[in-house]
């Protein structure tokens, strides 16, 4: 089992920037990688960024050169930079991991982190 908890929402203007945490417990040893999706208001969610367990990343195209995934040095919290946001950002902002043992691959989800885009 594996834990993702979310933090660093807000609301922020359009330019502005704000860091995503989500800290990562229990089997994380069998997680093989980690993703950042996001939801808006009647819209399905959608993949926003990936790190792997050897730091390979993947972005979607609305957000590459202006958001940055990286995994603190015990690989146990993830984060999600975001810089030069614009209202189209606005979103429920979740964590997802997944994970291995041996033929089992499960995902786990945190709780979203609500960020607005707003003037």
């Known amino acids: 089992q594996v834990q993702l908890v979310e933090s660093g929402g807000g609301l922020v203007q359009p330019g502005g920037s704000l860091r995503l945490s989500c800290a990562a417990s229990?089997?994380?040893?069998?997680?093989?990688?980690m993703n950042w999706y996001r939801q808006a208001p009647g819209k399905e969610r959608e993949l926003v960024a990936t790190?792997?367990?050897?730091?390979?990343?993947n972005y979607a195209d609305s957000v590459k050169g202006r958001f940055t995934v990286s995994r603190g040095n015990a690989k146990n919290t993830l984060f999600l930079e975001m810089n030069s946001l614009k209202p189209e950002d606005t979103a429920v902002y979740y964590c997802?991991?997944?994970?291995?043992?041996?033929?089992?691959?499960?995902?786990?989800w945190g709780q979203g982190t609500q960020v607005t885009v707003s003037s």
């Open positions: 997802n991991a997944l994970a291995a043992i041996g033929r089992r691959v499960d995902d786990y």
């Open positions: 229990g089997s994380i040893f069998s997680i093989y990688a």
């Open positions: 790190i792997t367990s050897g730091d390979s990343t």
